[in-house]
């Protein structure tokens, strides 16, 4: 029986042998299907443009092949990416070794390399940010989920104490109440029709349902907290070059971060986007690396002491980045100062446009324009708003309103008038504007100009006569005969100015004055003190101007006790004399008409401002720096007028070095060897002919000096005989001859007296030179 069991039990230990095979068998092959199934394809970025033939013979080795390190790297990468698509198959594929311009795949670590440039501008982040966005262009990928009014109410008219009593109204009261009835149905829907074209139109400008929400992959740079001052993590868009918080809800999820070191995949859950990402990159639990040991940041444990130095461990390094295989970035002066490609760059927006324009690249100066629209369609302006640079004028900004047809012009400082703004609906005079000025650069501390067809206001600021406000009334246009040809205008007349000042306190209240007011066409000037501060009546007090004479030779001024009127608060004060009345009218009679001068003044101004700023705009001139070789006409004319004199230097100095024997070498006929009585015969020559023009000169100077000398004695003896008769001027103009003559013949006795010095120098300076030269040295060494 025992046996019998045995062979039994072989048999099945047999079938459940063969039965684990088989079933191991099936798993395995269960697993090599599952793994089959995974389709792991390459991300590349696809553009919607033709890509351009490239010659590859323009590139460097590193761009067009990998080295065994690259190879070796794109291995792990290629490893990495089998691992991750098996345990995480819900998942995009990693964005890790996309195809550079040459068709060569390299991976995206290796596409970053750091760069220092020689520009302020790109030391912070956001000045960076604003130049890559300015310098790139938006182009959507394809497919875009893999990256590669109110009623005016009317005021109740006042109420008068008698009037007339309306008729009684025999309407019924029952059909009074259904007419009210209609119109309150009829005006609910009006305001239901409204209510539903408002609602209609909010949704045609709500942007269309987006398919691809949430699949969209876009690339943006992740600024870390910690280094340079950086308080808090946050976003950059590279194509606007704004910043967002890593809580924005623009953000929907990370796949994956990398730099010039290392890559980490995102492991957190983006479910409810990325208002709850921890970007502490050395916690591997969250974000899982590539490379082990390079640049992996620390694990940030929060209430952790610091460990000493003894203690810390470094971690070996399995594997190093590769260097960068993408050549340095070089930015030219040029190429930094145009920015966008081809100097332009339009950026579209929901009611508006940007358009942004390297300097010098317009003639106007124009750097940036800003529309804005009022439909969706871009297609009814609403506002214009240019950015300027560089212009003579000093205009900085314009905005001009295409609904009300204002035009707003700001300058900066240094502009003549000291302007500032200018608000103004068409630029001829008298029309509506404002005009504010650098009030501190003005003499007369003018702040703001308001100028309407019949009235002006000015504004000024830190005067030492307390003025802070005039306000002027202009009448109409006098009639005055000019003639034709003249240029100056009519001015207006002017009815009424105002002049307030501010409280002197050196002065008591009762007598600073704190208003002016100059009745021009009623004959009358008013004064207005400022009161005391206990007090809430001020001071004042009405003269009346007296008659103008006919005659404009009498400038006296009659005085009557009834021109004057006087309000004062204290009663018991004294009533000022008549005398001071007199004074303090005649001191006003002048302030009015110093006052009328300084308003005609400010119209012309305004005249002058007007007329330069149309020329301005005709012509547009920019300014260019001095140090602008490229732009600056005048040092560009400098510069080779420089180069110019320079080649002249040494074009003399080529002459100065000239063979001074040739001349006498081709009277001998320019013998290849000297002898000794040639070179004596050279010699007596050269010594012979110097010698003689030496003569000659003097000679000259001496005949000129004699020539002089002999016109003077003549025009003295002219002189003594026509002394009696001569007019003061024909004396004036013979003194100014002799003055001239006398300062001539001095010059050339100087310039004989100094050849007479110098001539000897100059026949042994040539006589030595004759001894040095190397053709005659051995036959006149002896001599």
Known sequence: MMEELQEREAPLGEIAENMGIEQADQELQELEESLSKIQVTTSQITLCVDKPEINLSEFSSSYTENTPKEKLLLSFAENFRYQYC???QDRKPLFLNPMNECGVEKFVSTTLRPTLLPYTEMYSWDGCASFVSDYLRMVPLDPPIDPVSGAASEKNAPQRKYAVKPARDLRSGFELQQLERKEAEVLAAHEKKRLETEKLEAERQQPPPDPLLGLRVHCWVLV???RREVPENFYIDPLSGRSFGTKDESFLGIESIWNHQNYWVNMQNCRYGCKELTFDLGDPVKWEFLLFGTGKPLLLIPDMEEIDDEEEKEEPKVFDMPPSWVEKIEISPKDMETRCPGGRKVVQYRKAKLEKFAPYLIRGG???RLTTFRDIECTKVLEVKEYFQHRQDHLEKRELNKGSGVTVEHFGPGRSHALKSHRYLIPVPETERQMDFYSEARADGLARRVETPSEMTETFENRTDFLYYRHVLFGKRLKKLAPANSNDPVTRSILKITECFHRNREKIANEDVAKKVFLISELRIQLTYHREDDLIVPSWREFVKPPTSEDKRDQSVIYTPDMATTFQVNPTEKHSKNLFLYETLISLLKEEAQAKQQVKESEIEVREILSQRNQEEIVSELTISVYDTARNEKARTHREEMEREEYEERLRQAEKELDFLAPFLTRMGEPENLSRQMALQLREECLTDLKQRLIDKANLIQARFEKETQELQKKQQWYQQNQMSMTK??????????SDTMFRIHILELRL?????????????????????PRLIEHLQLW
């Open 224 to 226: 870390l907290a910690g």
């Open 729 to 738: 001027e024909d004396e004036d103009a013979y003194l100014s001859y002799c």
């Open 366 to 368: 124009l750097v940036t």
């Open 86 to 88: 098996h345990l995480y």
């Open 753 to 773: 007296n100094r050849h007479k010095e110098q001539a000897p120098q100059k026949y042994l300076a040539l006589e030595e030179k004759l001894r040095r030269d």
